[in-house]
Every structure is written in structure tokens, then in C-alpha cells.
């Protein structure tokens, strides 16, 4: 038998820690942003083969590190028009600033985890930055539910790629989105207000 009185605890995010989104994105190229482990689970390398991103008038930028590192290193360098660039590793701490400096971020998850949403969601919410999610379950069911960003199953690189298009020539659903993902960080994911939420229901327990 199942449990009776159940608490859905989230990790969520600690949002004073990011500072109040940019929300006046213009036209022109846009920066698009992967943050996160380079593994088989998150198949940055196939989107980066998959989608020509100076074709579509975009920039793909990715920090990290993983067992697809070195592969996709060399598939960059065969392909140096493409407009994706790979970056160094960053710190937990450099994240808030990292984000907030990009038009959106990809956030991709292979095969889905029942229950399981990636912390890079929250993070993205908490920094403005709406979230073209390739995936499915909680993490697709949050961001479609919430309009703060686009979803496409995995591996469907053309539909990620519309994804992108529709953002690119909307910077006003890009901007609403922006604002209504941080909203939905300080309203509902603020790591602070579910500590303080969680430790009320232990103590009515």
C-alpha cells in the first residue's frame, strides 16, 4: 500500500541568487545556451549534427564537460561554420550571470526519468531564460503548463528546430516568457519558500 499524507518536496532553486532577467532581447542573431553534463543521456553531440545553427540565424554555445567531450570537440573543428562553440567547464557560482546573457537554453533529456526534472529547469527560470526542453515527463510537463518555453520529444531535431525559429522571430513571446519563467521561480520554485514550506508540514505532522 501506497503512503497516505504525501509531500511532493522539489529541489527547486535559490533564486536570490540571480539577478532580475534582461527582458529587452532585440532582433539580429540570437545566443543559444547548454549548460551541463556532455553524456549520452543528454545528446548535446547529435543536436550539434542535427541542426545547422548558422543557417537559422543562431548561435549554439555549450559549457560542460562529459564522455562526449572530446568527440564533440572534433566534430566542431571539421565543422567550423556551423556556429557552435564548446567552452570550459563552469562553477556553480558563475551560472547565474552565464545564463542571463543568453537569448534561451536547450535543455535535452534523452530518456526520461520518471519523477526526475532537471535542476538546469529551475535555474533557467530563476535567470529569465526560457527553456527550449527536448524531452518528456515532469520537466516537459512544467515548462509546457507554465508557458515558459518550447517542447519537442527527444531527438526530434526538426521540431526543436522550429522551436527555435518561433522564438527567433517572436522576441515579445521570448520576452513573456522570460518574465513569466522568473515569476514562476520566485512564486513556486524558490528554493527558500519549499524549505520553509516543508519544515511546516513536518512540524503539523
Keep these: 500500500n501506497g503512503g497516505r499524507n ?20 532585440g532582433g539580429g542573431r540570437i545566443k543559444i545556451v547548454y549548460a551541463g553534463l556532455l553524456g549520452v543521456a543528454q545528446g548535446v553531440l547529435d543536436i550539434a549534427k542535427n541542426i545547422d545553427f548558422r543557417e ?58 520518471y519523477g526526475a526534472v532537471p535542476s538546469k529547469i529551475y535555474e533557467a527560470m ?10 518528456t515527463g ?14 519537442s520529444p527527444p531527438k526530434d531535431f526538426e521540431l526543436l528546430k522550429i522551436n527555435i525559429l518561433k522564438l527567433k522571430k517572436s522576441t515579445v513571446l521570448r520576452n513573456e516568457m522570460s518574465l513569466r519563467a522568473r515569476k514562476l521561480a520566485e512564486d513556486k520554485f524558490d528554493r527558500n519558500l ?3 514550506d516543508f519544515s511546516e508540514k513536518l512540524t503539523s505532522i
Design 194 to 196: 519549499l524549505i520553509e
Design 138 to 151: 515532469e520537466g516537459a510537463r512544467i515548462i509546457e503548463s507554465n508557458n515558459v518555453g518550447l517542447v
Design 56 to 113: 537559422i540565424g543562431a548561435e549554439f554555445h555549450i559549457y560542460g564537460e562529459g564522455s562526449e567531450k572530446e568527440t564533440l570537440e572534433k566534430y566542431i573543428s571539421e565543422n567550423p561554420d556551423r556556429n557552435i562553440y564548446l567552452h570550459k567547464i563552469v562553477t556553480r557560482e558563475e551560472i547565474p550571470d552565464l545564463l542571463q546573457g543568453f537569448y534561451c537554453t536547450i535543455i535535452p533529456l534523452i530518456k526520461n526519468i
Design 126 to 135: 530563476a535567470a529569465g531564460v526560457p527553456v527550449l526542453y527536448s524531452g
Design 6 to 25: 504525501v509531500y511532493l518536496f522539489r529541489n527547486g532553486v535559490d533564486v536570490k541568487r540571480f539577478a532580475m532577467p534582461n527582458s529587452t532581447y
